[in-house]
Nanobody, 119 residues
Framework: QVQLVESGGGLVQAGGSLRLSCAASGRTVGMNAMGWFRQAPGKERDFVAGITLNGGNTWYADSVKGRFTISRDNAKNTVDLQMNSLKSEDTAVYYC????????????WGQGTQVTVSS
């Protein structure tokens, strides 16, 4: 079992930046990708960004391309999400997720961290 703990959320003005971090612990040896999702009030949880742990391939939701950057540190089992040019529509609870072999989806989740962007 993998445990994921997010940090770095908070309140920021539109146009500002925040950096989220996620630390993984437990049975991390089987992880092959990590990612970020978000859920706004009354909406479904949506994919934001993902990164493979071998090779560092990244992919993003269209809504955040060019503004958000995902990165990982395999030695520390951490993944970060740098969020720039934040908009009010980025307001949501952000969840860290892990994909563990042989699963083909993100199946392990953190508890979430609130990001609020004021306009």
């Amino acid at each position: 079992q993998v445990q994921l703990v997010e940090s770095g959320g908070g309140l920021v003005q539109a146009g500002g930046s925040l950096r989220l971090s996620c630390a993984a612990s437990g049975r991390t040896v089987g992880m092959n990708a990590m990612g970020w999702f978000r859920q706004a009030p009354g909406k479904e949880r949506d994919f934001v960004a993902g990164i493979t742990l071998n090779g560092g391939n990244t992919w993003y939701a269209d809504s955040v391309k060019g503004r958000f950057t995902i990165s990982r540190d395999n030695a520390k089992n951490t993944v970060d999400l740098q969020m720039n040019s934040l908009k009010s529509e980025d307001t949501a609870v952000y969840y860290c997720a892990a994909r563990i072999i042989p699963q083909r989806i993100f199946g392990s989740w953190g508890q979430g961290t609130q990001v609020t962007v004021s306009s």
